[in-house]
């Protein structure tokens, strides 16, 4: 198995092979050749809406508590902080790309003023900027995933820091998983505080979610390195990761929009935030 062939898009057909160079090939193509997990959890709901305590079970958000009884290959299509305020990650990363228009101090976390507030500063930016599409949107409003998801306020009370990654399996379906920055070494490998977005440009590189993995609500909970096998940044797709910063700009703004917070004024500069 080639490179190319590892960082392949698994939606589309990759060619099977018996020759494996490590345990990361041995491990894709095993995993690939199961079925997707699109129809692992179709055929779970289907048969428990067979059964009179289920029968109103209609959705991935109805599975409790489900143990998953075999391996499943994804590949990352974006990773999220929910910690953070989407304003706040938004605005740093357009003073990181574009320093040299930052126009406004305003308060923050970067620099102390005497009285020991934090300060920052804010840029003011030509709307007409070209920008990249992104991989994928995710238009789910974060606030319904964290009201169904007790595990999430818990690890919020703790203090640590928790991240979204949307995945995505062999048939082009989107789910979700939730991962805990010190339960875990995958957190380190996803994120890099010196990149202006903070996250590492691994669009598309692959993660096999292991059996035993608990799914609940839509969710899969990675709370553990046992829950997962991750191929590496080596996995991740070329062409997705063009541009990344500037894919993640946009991808940032237009879910403020969905969520229906107001990412840029009328006149096509940046907004100023009052606190």
């Not at 590949?75 to 902080?81: A, N």
Request: charged share 25%; glycine share 4%; net charge positive.
């Amino acid at each position: 198995m080639s490179q190319s062939a590892l960082s392949s898009d698994i939606t589309a057909y990759v060619r099977a092979t018996q020759s494996y160079k490590n345990d990361k090939e041995q491990a894709f193509y095993e995993s690939y050749q199961n079925i997707s997990f699109t129809k692992y959890i179709s055929n779970y709901i289907a048969t428990k809406r067979q059964l009179k305590a289920h029968k109103n079970m209609t959705s991935i958000q109805d599975v409790l508590m489900l143990g998953i009884d075999q391996d499943f290959l994804f590949q990352i299509v974006i990773v999220e902080d929910i910690n953070s305020s989407l304003l706040q990650q938004l605005d740093d990363l357009e003073a990181n790309l574009n320093p040299m228009n930052i126009r406004v101090d305003r308060a923050t976390n970067s620099v102390r003023n005497q009285n020991n507030k934090k300060k920052t500063l804010v840029s003011s930016i030509d709307d007409a900027a070209d920008e990249e599409n992104t991989a994928s949107s995710d238009t789910t409003n974060n606030a319904n995933y964290k009201s169904n998801n007790d595990s999430y306020n818990t690890l919020r009370s703790k203090g640590d820091k928790v991240y979204k990654i949307t995945l995505q399996d062999k048939q082009g379906n989107m789910y979700y998983a939730m991962l805990n920055e010190y339960s875990s070494s995958l957190s380190y490998q996803l994120t890099d505080p010196s990149q202006p977005s903070g996250f590492r440009p691994v669009l598309g590189s692959k993660i096999i979610i292991k059996s035993n993995t608990l799914f609940n609500r839509g969710m899969f909970h990675l709370s553990k390195n046992t829950t997962y096998f991750y191929l590496g940044s080596e996995s991740s797709i070329k062409k997705w990761n063009e541009n990344f910063n500037s894919k993640m700009l946009h991808y940032w703004k237009h879910k403020l929009i969905d969520n229906g917070q107001q990412a840029e004024p009328s006149n096509g500069k940046k907004r100023v935030y009052e606190y």
